[in-house]
C-alpha cells in the first residue's frame, strides 16, 4: 500500500520560531516528487515546496526546507523565522502508482503565536 | 482571474437534490482532478480525467458522477445529495507534458458543500 502519513494533527509555535512538520510515505517507486501544500484559512491549496526523490540535496524555498530521508521514507517541513501569515493546515504529498494523481496526508494545523 | 475556477464557491442544499460543481481552467492542461477534503482526512481523489474520453474512478466515487465537456471544463455531481457529502470540493488540474514531470496538482479555490 503507498500512504502518506502526518502524525501531528496540530502543532503550534512562537513567532520568529522554528517548527518542524513531519510526514512519512510508503512507496516502490524509485523517481517521484514530494510536495507540502499550505492551506491558509482562505482554503486555497498553495504549493509550498516540492522535493525531487533523487536528488540528494534537499529543498529550499526562502524560509521553508525539507528534511528528506529516502531511505527512511520521511519528508519533513522546517518553517524557519516563523510568521503570523504561516498559520494554515499543511498537507504533504505523494503521487499514487504511475503518477496520475496525489495521495494527501491528514494534515497538520499550525497554529503561530505572537 | 483564477488559473482554475469553481462555482459554485459555497452551497447549501437538501437531502435528495441534484448537485452539479462546476470547473473551468485556462491553465491548458489536459489533466483534470475532483477531490473531497474531510476534516482530519485530508484529500480524497473521486475522478479524474486525463482528455475529453478519458474518465476513471478515485478511491470514493460511488454517489458520484463527472463530466468533461471540453478540455478545459470538469464537472461533478451529485445525483441525489445525502448529508455524509457534506465537504469541501476540490478541482484541481496537472500537466505531466509541460516543463518538469512533477506531477504538481493545481487547484481551484474549492466548493463548500453542505447537504441538510
Known amino acids: 500500500a503507498q500512504t502518506v502519513t502526518q502524525s501531528q494533527p496540530e502543532m503550534s509555535v512562537q513567532e520568529a520560531e522554528t517548527v518542524t512538520l513531519s510526514c512519512t510515505y510508503d512507496?516502490?517507486?524509485?523517481?517521484?516528487?514530494l510536495f507540502w501544500y499550505k492551506q491558509p484559512p482562505s482554503r486555497q491549496m498553495i504549493l509550498v515546496i516540492r522535493?525531487?526523490?533523487?536528488?540528494?540535496q534537499n529543498a529550499t524555498e526562502n524560509r521553508f526546507s525539507v528534511n528528506f530521508q529516502k531511505a527512511a521514507k520521511s519528508f519533513s517541513l522546517k518553517i524557519s523565522d516563523s510568521q503570523l501569515g504561516d498559520a494554515a493546515m499543511y498537507f504533504c504529498?505523494?503521487?499514487?502508482?504511475?503518477?496520475?494523481?496525489?495521495?494527501f496526508g491528514k494534515g497538520t494545523s499550525l497554529l503561530v503565536t505572537p | 482571474d483564477a488559473d482554475v475556477t469553481q462555482t459554485p464557491r459555497n452551497r447549501i442544499t437538501k437531502t435528495g437534490k441534484r448537485i452539479m460543481l462546476e470547473c473551468s481552467q485556462t491553465?491548458?492542461?489536459?489533466?483534470m482532478y475532483w477531490y473531497r477534503q474531510d476534516p482530519g482526512l485530508g484529500l480524497r481523489l473521486i475522478y479524474y480525467s486525463f482528455d475529453v474520453k478519458d474518465i476513471n474512478k478515485g478511491e470514493i466515487s460511488d454517489g458520484y458522477s463527472v463530466s468533461r465537456q471540453a478540455q478545459a471544463k470538469f464537472s461533478l455531481s451529485l445525483e441525489s445529495a445525502i448529508p455524509n457529502q457534506t465537504a469541501l470540493y476540490f478541482c484541481?488540474?496537472?500537466?505531466?507534458?509541460?516543463?518538469?514531470?512533477?506531477?504538481?496538482?493545481?487547484f481551484g479555490e474549492g466548493s463548500r458543500l453542505t447537504v441538510l
Open positions: 504529498a505523494w503521487p499514487k502508482n504511475s503518477g496520475y494523481a496525489l495521495n
Open positions: 522535493q525531487e526523490a533523487y536528488k540528494q
Open positions: 512507496t516502490s517507486e524509485s523517481d517521484y516528487y
Open positions: 491553465k491548458g492542461h489536459d489533466r
Open positions: 484541481a488540474t496537472s500537466d505531466p507534458q509541460g516543463g518538469q514531470r512533477t506531477g504538481e496538482l493545481f
